[in-house]
Structure formats: structure tokens, C-alpha cells
């Protein structure tokens, strides 16, 4: 029997478990993740993700140390644009951390080089605070927030773009 397809057609936009995530001026919205590939290049891809942070941590996805996942074989082009902020908002550190790591067939990450760009640096005096690229585990990777010389809280969050090209 002959199946006919139809375009998928929503009016109002689509939704998953009736949360929005195409609206119907075609934005996507409420996703945890996002995935860019070309059709005719499928040994690159690229994912945008948001981690978070508090005083000194690993920045994780989820709240309970969910890291970036990299697949093995790859070379990952990975740039952070964070910010550190303290509870009264007088003290702000922001960093773009550009980092090129690669993961190997067994899932160990290598960081082959990283470049960090202070963007503003209003660290109050005595205080210590800093973020560089981290990767313990296999097939992840994140940053590793420090804060020093202060009890005060500093909140950590990044918007992070990796570029991951597979090599096999």
C-alpha cells in the first residue's frame, strides 16, 4: 500500500510534552541543546550549550555534574564565552576561552591549546578568580571555576560552541 508524506505543518509552532519549541515565528525556544550539520557534511557538527556554576566547580550542564559530551575521534573546536559575578553584582570577571581539544578512539580528551581573551576584569581587591578549560573523564569536557580569597558567592555561567570534526 502507498504511504503519502506530508510536510509537517503546525500552526501556532510545535511543541514537545506541550512546551514550545519552534514558535510560530519559527524561533526555536526551551531546547537544552542545539545541533547544526550540513546534509552533505556529515563528519562535522557543531552544538551550542549553556553550563552554570558556583564559587569554585566544575561547570555542568544540569546541576548535578552533567559534562559536555565529545565523541571519540574527533578534533573539537571549543569557544566559552563566561562570566563570573558576585552576589551584589560589584565584581565581574568575563573571559572567551578558545580551545582546541581532541578525543582519541578511547574516549581520552587531549587539550591541545588554549587562548583566553579577558573581556572585563572587576575583581574586587584581595579576590582571586579564574576559569580554565577541564577535562578529568572520558568523552567530556567543561571548565573549572576558582574562586579565592573571598566567602562571598560567585555565580559562573557559560555559553559554550563546540565544533567537533571526526577524523575517521
Not at 571549543?78 to 568575563?94: F, K, L, Q, R
Not at 572587576?122 to 578568580?129: G, K, M, T
Request: with cysteine.
Amino acid at each position: 500500500m502507498a504511504v503519502t508524506k506530508k510536510t509537517l505543518s503546525s500552526v501556532g509552532g510545535f511543541a514537545v510534552n506541550e512546551v514550545t519549541v519552534v514558535n510560530e515565528l519559527r524561533d526555536i525556544k526551551n531546547v537544552n541543546t542545539f545541533e547544526l550539520q550540513n546534509s552533505n557534511y556529515s563528519d562535522a557538527k557543531r552544538k551550542d550549550y549553556i553550563v552554570k556554576g558556583t564559587n569554585t566547580a566544575i561547570l555542568d550542564l544540569d546541576g548535578v555534574g552533567g559534562l559536555l559530551p565529545l565523541e571519540n575521534n574527533t578534533v573539537n573546536f571549543i569557544t566559552a564565552h563566561a562570566v563570573g559575578v558576585n552576589a551584589s553584582g560589584s565584581g565581574h570577571y568575563s573571559v572567551k576561552i578558545e580551545t582546541v581539544a581532541t578525543c582519541a578512539s578511547n574516549g581520552s580528551v587531549n587539550i591541545l591549546s588554549s587562548l583566553e581573551t579577558v573581556i572585563k576584569d572587576s575583581i574586587p581587591l584581595a579576590e582571586d578568580w579564574s576559569i580554565s578549560p577541564y577535562s578529568a573523564t572520558a568523552n567530556t569536557f567543561s571548565y573549572s571555576a576558582v574562586r579565592a580569597g573571598t566567602t562571598v558567592t560567585i555565580k559562573w555561567i557559560a555559553h559554550v560552541d563546540v565544533v567537533q570534526v571526526t577524523w575517521t
